[in-house]
């Protein structure tokens, strides 16, 4: 999502380059039935009123259009511990309501604190796809995860931090981190992987999930913000490289395609409603 809308929604919680870079290495197809321990849930992060869908295209495909997206997170739990996949919209939309800021109107039901608290869940680790105010609003969700991160990713926020006046990328970069460059196995078995697709943001990532009876999946992050952008393969005009991100787009197609893995739009309201509070495996 826009990094301009940041400030200002990142208050709110405080008070309750066109840069060219090699893609990653595909990852391989399972050849085994993943175990039945890993699951993956669906978390409700937020709703966002897109108020100008012509700023998701530079080619205006989307001009005078509206939307509402969803704004999802992932709890994905292995036997060898728990990774919190992104940190959604700030917790303070919770008692100060929706709010609107620029092109979005942004509201927040439930924090995340309070869904992993309901299940009995503290993350051991926590990664983001990327580090849009709608990504990183409740850091303190995941306190005293180790944080995977992004070098590239990581670099861009740091730059960004100075200007961000409610501290909450401070607050992530100040994380135990183990910083990485492309991909990253997470628990070391091949079964959750984080995945660079940069051009979005400059470190830009999405997850790759094997579950034994879901099969494969791919959660895309905004590398697709809705399912007729992945159709129409189109490129928001607030990216940092359109020629990265449609790299990207053919890479994340070309893995999709090769695994017979299910896209999950992280946005897609059609995609993640109905999983909310379910759990895959």
Known sequence: MIRRSLPV?????????ENEGSMPAEAAAPKEAAPASLTLTALDCGTIEALDLGIFDVGGAYDGQTDTLADSCWL??????????????????????????????????RTL?????????????VAIS??????????????????LAQRDEREAMEEAAAADETGSLA??????????????????????????????????????????????VLLAGDLYHLDRARELRTVPTFNSSEAETRASMAAFEAL????????????????????YGTTLR
Not at 9 to 17: F, Q
Not at 131 to 146: I, K, L, N, T, Y
């Open 171 to 216: 607050t992530l970069l100040a994380f135990e981190t183990e910083s990485f460059d492309g991909e990253r196995d997470v628990f070391g078995d091949g079964r959750v992987k984080i995945i660079e697709m940069r051009g979005h943001t400059p470190g830009h990532s999405v997850l790759w999930v094997d579950l034994a009876e879901t099969g494969p």
């Open 130 to 147: 990327h580090s849009h105010f709608d990504h990183v609003g409740q850091p303190e969700a995941a306190e005293g995860a180790v944080w």
């Open 76 to 109: 994905i739990e292995h036997e060898d511990g728990t990774l919190l996949w992104d940190l959604g919209l700030p917790a303070g939309l919770v008692e100060g309501g929706p709010m609107t800021d620029g092109p979005f109107r942004v509201s927040l039901t």
């Open 9 to 17: 929604l990142l208050l709110l919680a405080a008070c309750a380059s």
């Open 256 to 275: 999709a395609q090769e695994t017979g893995a299910r896209v999950i739009i992280q946005h897609e309201d059609a995609d993640v409603a109905p999983l």
């Open 113 to 125: 604190a309070d869904q992993l608290a309901e299940r009995g869940v503290t993350p051991d680790f």
